[in-house]
């Protein structure tokens, strides 16, 4: 079996989402699957130097236009949240809680966690609003709302975090297929590419 591809995200990247509707059909398509791997962008930023982008001079008005012509283009639901960006490690613990026990219901619940925050506008920074969404997928929602507070699990995304630092990964989406790195979600394209042709 092929390994699977890595996919970095921060559930506060309105590229993230965008990308997130595709991933899993274009790693199918090549007889892959997809570890989901949510991170968050400020350590990142740190790092890097930068800011969010709506932050920035001149492309923060350019990247609330682009943000909503891309998903016209992809033809997914989009409607730009109020508050952006939001504090996302309330949803990246609950994910790796779920994670840890079921992948697939894990993958269900970041694709509801992006539904709702970018296709709805609704703020999914609280616990009790991640602890929500997970209980419609049929979590426990104690204890969802539990594990967001786990010392545990607060731990356990942060060393997602510095892993993924370590690694290299900069921004959401990031994609790793095997060791080459892809940053974007234009390019997906060649994502596809690489996984139909074995590199170029």
């Given at each position: 079996?092929?390994?699977?591809?890595?996919?970095?995200f921060?559930?506060?990247?309105?590229?993230?989402?965008?990308a997130?509707?595709?991933?899993?059909?274009?790693?199918?398509?090549?007889?892959?699957?997809v570890?989901?791997?949510?991170?968050?962008l400020g350590?990142m930023f740190k790092?890097?130097?930068?800011?969010?982008?709506?932050?920035?001079?001149?492309?923060g008005?350019?990247?609330?236009?682009?943000?909503i012509?891309?998903?016209?283009?992809?033809?997914?639901?989009?409607?730009q949240?109020e508050?952006?960006?939001?504090?996302t490690?309330?949803?990246?613990?609950?994910?790796?809680w779920?994670?840890?026990?079921?992948?697939?219901?894990?993958?269900q619940?970041a694709?509801?966690?992006?539904?709702?925050?970018?296709?709805?506008?609704?703020?999914?920074?609280?616990?009790?609003k991640?602890?929500?969404l997970?209980?419609?997928?049929?979590?426990?929602r104690?204890a969802?709302l539990?594990?967001?507070?786990?010392p545990?699990?607060?731990?356990?995304?942060?060393?997602?975090n510095?892993?993924a630092?370590?690694?290299?990964?900069?921004?959401s989406?990031?994609?790793?297929?095997?060791d080459?790195?892809f940053w974007?979600?234009?390019?997906?394209?060649?994502?596809?590419?690489?996984?139909?042709?074995?590199?170029?």
């Amino acid at each position: 079996m092929p390994s699977p591809i890595d996919f970095y995200f921060d559930f506060s990247s309105p590229y993230g989402y965008l990308a997130s509707t595709r991933i899993n059909a274009i790693a199918a398509n090549h007889g892959r699957r997809v570890n989901w791997r949510p991170v968050l962008l400020g350590p990142m930023f740190k790092a890097v130097g930068t800011a969010p982008l709506v932050g920035l001079p001149l492309k923060g008005p350019y990247s609330i236009r682009d943000f909503i012509r891309s998903a016209r283009y992809y033809r997914v639901p989009y409607k730009q949240p109020e508050t952006f960006p939001i504090g996302t490690q309330n949803a990246a613990r609950a994910f790796y809680w779920i994670n840890d026990r079921d992948p697939l219901r894990a993958c269900q619940f970041a694709q509801a966690c992006y539904a709702e925050y970018f296709g709805k506008g609704i703020d999914i920074s609280a616990a009790e609003k991640v602890a929500d969404l997970a209980a419609a997928l049929g979590e426990d929602r104690a204890a969802t709302l539990a594990a967001t507070q786990d010392p545990v699990m607060k731990d356990r995304v942060r060393q997602e975090n510095d892993a993924a630092l370590a690694r290299g990964v900069f921004g959401s989406p990031f994609i790793f297929i095997d060791d080459e790195p892809f940053w974007g979600n234009d390019r997906l394209d060649q994502v596809d590419a690489w996984l139909a042709t074995g590199g170029f």
